[in-house]
């Protein structure tokens, strides 16, 4: 599980997992993340690579059909995470 922080506000994010990444300059992912204390929830998101080579957040982006067959491959398992999460 990844950790990370928005700057000022310190709210933590927890990626819990990782479904598709599309790496280039810019790195397009779909995962299931929890940001602080809220449900999980299921997002695709643009990173992009600064001039020294940090990985920084893009916008939220929305869901293409490529994408849609990632998560019907998937859904299972996406939906376990996304339960599992709230019952805790």
């Known amino acids: ?3 990370w922080y928005m700057s000022e506000r310190q709210i933590v994010c927890d990626v819990l997992k ?3 990444e599309k790496k280039g300059r810019i790195i397009t992912r779909i995962q299931v993340i929890r940001w602080g ?30 994408d849609f067959k990632i998560l019907m491959d ?7 995470l ?3 999460e709230v019952k805790s």
């Open 18 to 20: 990782i479904f598709d």
């Open 74 to 80: 998937n859904a299972e398992e996406i939906q376990d």
């Open 37 to 66: 204390s809220y449900s999980p929830v299921l997002e695709k998101r643009d990173y992009y690579i600064n001039t020294e080579n940090e990985e920084r957040t893009g916008k939220a982006k929305g869901f293409n059909y490529e």
């Open 1 to 3: 599980m990844k950790e």
């Open 82 to 84: 996304l339960e599992k």
